[in-house]
C-alpha cells in the first residue's frame, strides 16, 4: 500500500522568510497530493492539491510542486506571516478508483516568529 | 455553508468502557470519512461511506469498532470495549465525491484511562 513520509517534523522560520516542506511516497499509482494545514484544536483543512498531470500550482504565496519520477513532492510557503503557524500535513491518493482513500504523513509543526 | 459537526467533543472513559460518536457532514456530501489521528501523527482512514454503503473499512478494527451512516446523513462511530491505545481525536471528513477535497469537522477526543 501507499506509504508518504513527509520532512522536517518541526520547521521554525522568521517572519517574512520562506519555509518548504517536503514529502515522498511509495505508491506509483498516486496521482492526487493534497496539502492540507492543521490549526490547534481543529480538524484539518486543504489549502493547495495538485494532480499528476500537472508539475506545479500556485496560489497567491502557497506553492506546491510535484516530480512523478521521483515521487516526491514539495509545499513552498513564501513571505510567512505568524498566521501561517500550524501543523501542515501532505497526503497522497489514487483517485481513479472509487476510494480515494488519503494516506497522511506525519505532520510538520511550522512555527513563524515575528 | 455549514460545516461537518460533531460530538462530543471531549471525551474521557475508562478502559473497557464504551463510547459512541456522531457526525453529521455536509449538506449533499455524499461521502463521509471517519479518521483516527493519534497524538504527533497524520490522520489515518478508519472508514469510508458513499451514501450509507461501506466503501473501504480495512483499517476498523471490527472487534472493538464499529461504524454507521443511516439513511446516508448522520454517522455514529462506536468503541467497545475501549483500550489504551485508542486515545485519539476521532475526525469525520465529508466531500461532495469521492475523489476531492476533503471538509473535516474539528473531532472528537477521546482519553482512555
Known amino acids: 500500500g501507499e506509504n508518504v513520509e513527509q520532512h522536517p517534523s518541526t520547521l521554525s522560520v522568521q517572519e517574512g522568510d520562506s519555509a518548504v516542506i517536503k514529502c515522498t511516497y511509495s505508491d506509483s499509482a498516486s496521482n492526487y497530493f493534497p496539502w492540507y494545514k492543521q490549526e490547534l484544536g481543529k480538524g484539518p483543512q486543504l489549502i493547495i492539491d495538485i494532480r499528476s498531470n500537472v508539475g506545479e500550482k500556485k496560489d497567491q504565496r502557497i506553492a506546491v510542486t510535484l516530480n512523478k519520477t521521483a515521487k516526491h513532492f514539495s509545499l513552498h510557503i513564501t513571505e510567512t506571516q505568524p498566521e501561517d503557524s500550524a501543523v501542515y500535513f501532505c497526503?497522497?491518493?489514487?483517485?481513479?478508483?472509487?476510494?480515494?482513500?488519503?494516506?497522511f504523513g506525519k505532520g510538520t509543526k511550522l512555527s513563524v516568529k515575528p | 455553508e455549514a460545516g461537518v459537526a460533531q460530538s462530543p467533543r471531549y471525551k474521557i472513559i475508562e478502559k473497557r468502557q464504551s463510547v459512541a460518536f456522531w457526525c453529521n457532514p455536509i449538506s449533499g456530501h455524499a461521502t463521509l470519512y471517519w479518521y483516527q489521528q493519534i497524538l504527533g501523527q497524520g490522520p489515518k482512514l478508519l472508514i469510508q461511506f458513499q451514501n450509507n454503503g461501506v466503501v473501504d473499512d480495512s483499517q476498523l478494527p471490527k472487534d472493538r469498532f464499529s461504524a454507521e451512516r443511516l439513511k446516508g446523513v448522520d454517522s455514529t462511530l462506536k468503541i467497545q470495549p475501549a483500550k489504551l491505545e485508542d486515545s485519539a481525536v476521532y475526525l469525520c471528513a465529508s466531500s461532495r465525491s469521492g475523489n476531492g477535497e476533503l471538509f473535516f469537522g474539528e473531532g472528537s477526543r477521546l482519553t482512555v484511562l
Open positions: 497526503a497522497a491518493s489514487d483517485t481513479r478508483g472509487s476510494q480515494g482513500n488519503l494516506i
